[in-house]
């Protein structure tokens, strides 16, 4: 069963509000009741900033490509990357398709692709550009030899 937490933290929540009411009574269900709220809400404010960072950047877009590739790990959900390249990632799957597969790509034309499972990252891949075979131009003012 792959959403266990779906069932386990309602669960937990609610365990948690009947103890205190059971040890304390009244002020044991508002003490454990405003401590839920407050974790929604931390929960909450989080997911509007990471949104309100990614309305601000192009879908698909990340300072380095590489430096995400290496900041990734397995298990990640999809906020969490989107913290971390502040962007929304370019719907490469169907909509609505499991798994969900996103790019984010830089300016140098590097790219990740992401593959989520149940909103969790399972793989990733970095794909690099071909290097450019033409010479380097030659900075102004060198001496040609």
């Not at 792959?2 to 009947?18: E, T």
Request: glycine residues 12%; positive net charge; hydrophobic residues 45%.
């Amino acid at each position: 069963m792959k959403d266990w937490k779906k069932i386990v933290y309602p669960l937990a929540g609610l365990a948690i509000v009947f103890g205190a009411w059971r040890a304390y009574g009244l002020p044991g269900l508002a003490a454990a009741g405003g401590g839920l709220m407050m974790w929604l809400m931390l929960h909450f404010t989080r997911t509007m900033h990471v949104l309100k960072q990614a309305a601000d950047r192009p879908i698909g877009y990340v300072g380095s490509a590489v430096m995400l590739n290496a900041k990734l790990k397995p298990g990640v959900n999809l906020l969490h990357v989107m913290a971390i390249t502040r962007s929304l990632g370019e719907l490469q799957s169907p909509p609505d398709a499991q798994p969900e597969v996103f790019r984010w790509t830089d300016t140098g034309g590097s790219s990740v692709t992401c593959e989520f499972e149940g909103g969790r990252l399972v793989r990733w891949m970095l794909a690099r550009p071909a290097p450019d075979e033409s010479p380097a131009p030659a900075e102004p003012g060198a001496a040609a030899h």
